[in-house]
């Protein structure tokens, strides 16, 4: 038995990185996964190799657009319809898009908060009626620790990411005062070494351990993350060891809020 056996788990964003970690260290720990993303080829092609893996019917995948509210009422349903409902959901796509309030045009600005932050109002919004089914029950909605520490260069990412910290808040105060047994918590890393820090390197003849290097240098630890690093606070939040923990925020962060 894992330590989260017998969970039905949604996760959006699951076609790599931070998605695919989570979704192999649930999957390990004994839970059933519906894994979304807009690359519908590499969300398929993680739950093929959990299924390999664990089992058929482990992990199955749905392509989805987290900005579309159609898309998210038919990954939902298709979620119902695999695993029998879903008992987590793990709020994880997202874009890392930088900017100053006057460099980030309105069209960059508006595409950094749907995929940020839209997506997770339509994910709580449309998942809690699966979630009531299947309590206790567990949202998990990743944010940053830029959504807790501003920087000039990060307006729409800053705004987006803060936005669904607090959102976290009201979700999880909502859940508890509805006499749900529904927790609400946000995650906070720091850089994560994925795809994403690829947009720290504005000039490509910069080789990527260059910028990599950079970064790590404004953390504590020396160092930046690895996303199973970020998958184990998640299957901590996913797993009834959780029970006691809501409205909060995990920072994995190597130290940087410290400061």
Known sequence: MGR????KVFITGAAQGLGAAMAKLLAAEGARLMLTDINAEGAAAQAEALNA?????????????VTSEDD?????????????????LVNNAGVGIGGTIESCDFATWKTCMAI???????????ALPLLRESQPASIINISSIAGLIAAGGLAPYNASKAAVWILTKSVALYCAQSGWDIRCNSVHPAFVDTAILD????????PREIIVGKLARQIPLGRVGEPEE??????????????FMTGAELKLDGGISAM
Do not use: M, Q
């Open 72 to 88: 998210w009422i038919a990954a939902l349903g298709a979620a119902k319809d695999a695993l029998g409902g879903i008992s987590v």
């Open 116 to 126: 940020n932050s839209d997506s997770v109002y339509l994910g709580c919004h449309h």
């Open 230 to 243: 970020i998958a184990a606070g998640v299957l901590y939040l996913a797993s009834d060891e959780s029970r």
């Open 53 to 65: 893996a664990h089992g058929e019917g482990t992990a199955f995948s749905h392509r989805h657009d």
């Open 4 to 7: 989260v056996a017998g969970k």
């Open 199 to 206: 947009n720290f390197r504005h000039n490509p003849d910069i």
